[in-house]
């Protein structure tokens, strides 16, 4: 089972952040994918063409501190 979340996603994990255009979500893993639309991409909606962002995935890793 999957969840699949598009626009502007945001995941944390603890102090951990990560910034994408999509993600899918595995429950049964635990794992996660976060990506971001190709450069100058576009797609069909029920309206009108949209200009894909093509910014790239944002990380940001905060390190654990050492246990004394």
Do not use: C, H, M
Request: aromatic share 6%; no cysteine; hydrophobic share 30%.
């Amino acid at each position: 089972q999957e969840v699949r979340l598009n626009g502007n996603v945001v995941l944390t994990r603890g102090k951990n952040v990560l910034e994408g255009d999509y993600l899918v979500y595995n429950f049964a893993t635990g794992k996660s994918k976060i990506a971001s639309n190709a450069a100058g991409a576009t797609r069909a909606t029920d309206q009108t063409t949209e200009k894909k962002t093509g910014k790239r995935v944002r990380a940001l890793f905060v390190p654990e501190k050492e246990k004394k």
